[in-house]
T-cell receptor, first 114, second 114 residues
């Protein structure tokens, strides 16, 4: 069984401030981990993924995430928020075998305050 | 690469009617997934195809739901005798059959059942 928990359904940051979106995972096998972003009325876009290579993963739009096995965490960060970052962010986990069924968290809505 | 497309983007129907959605995956992708997303939730897995074979169905997929991928290319999701609880965004995703599961999502079909 696999699951993810996203802490904070809504996060507000000021423009230019650090963005930190939290995700903890549970998986009985080595996981693959993903962060997706969803803009209103659109599908999901992959920001970055962890697939057991480097623990610090860099993605698009200046985002990065660090895989910490000891903490079962995969938090998403960005040093400086931009207004265009306002969206909903989903953490997801899949197993590393079979067809890799993906399980999503409930999402964190990021608000960027000018 | 034109991305994953879904049709229609919006569907309003009356309770008890049947509806059908179409998904066209990225052309070289052999895996296709359907998800349902309700307000305030992350996408929930419904079913998965490897080429034309439907390999797994979620318990969320009641007997009123049926999905097909007849030639291993586009897929259809039909809901019979729609209920108000079926109102949601239906997302389609596709991926290559690689070791990690990077799924590319379509824009979704928003279903409203009156």
């Amino acid at each position: 069984a696999q699951s993810v928990t996203q802490l904070g359904s809504h996060v507000s940051v000021s423009e230019g401030a650090l963005v930190l979106l939290r995700c903890n995972y549970s998986s009985s096998v080595p996981p693959y981990l993903f962060w997706y972003v969803q803009y209103p009325n659109q599908g999901l876009q992959l920001l970055l993924k962890y697939t057991s290579a480097a623990t610090l993963v860099k993605g698009i739009n200046g985002f990065e995430a660090e895989f910490k096995k000891s903490e079962t965490s995969f938090h998403l960060t960005k040093p400086s928020a931009h207004m265009s970052d306002a969206a909903e962010y989903f953490c997801a986990v899949s197993n590393s075998g079979g067809y890799q069924k993906v399980t999503f968290g409930i999402g964190t809505k990021l608000q960027v305050i000018p | 690469d034109t991305g994953v497309s879904q049709d229609p983007r919006h569907k309003i129907t009356k309770r008890g009617q049947n509806v059908t959605f179409r998904c066209d995956p990225i052309s070289e992708h052999n895996r296709l997934y359907w998800y349902r997303q309700t307000l305030g939730q992350g996408p929930e897995f419904l079913t998965y195809f490897q080429n034309e074979a439907q390999l797994e169905k979620s318990r969320l997929l009641s007997d009123r739901f049926s999905a097909e991928r007849p030639k291993g290319s586009f897929s259809t999701l039909e809901i019979q005798r729609t209920e108000q609880g079926d109102s949601a965004m239906y997302l389609c995703a596709s991926s290559l059959g690689l070791a990690y599961n990077e799924q590319f999502f379509g824009p979704g079909t928003r279903l409203t059942v009156l």
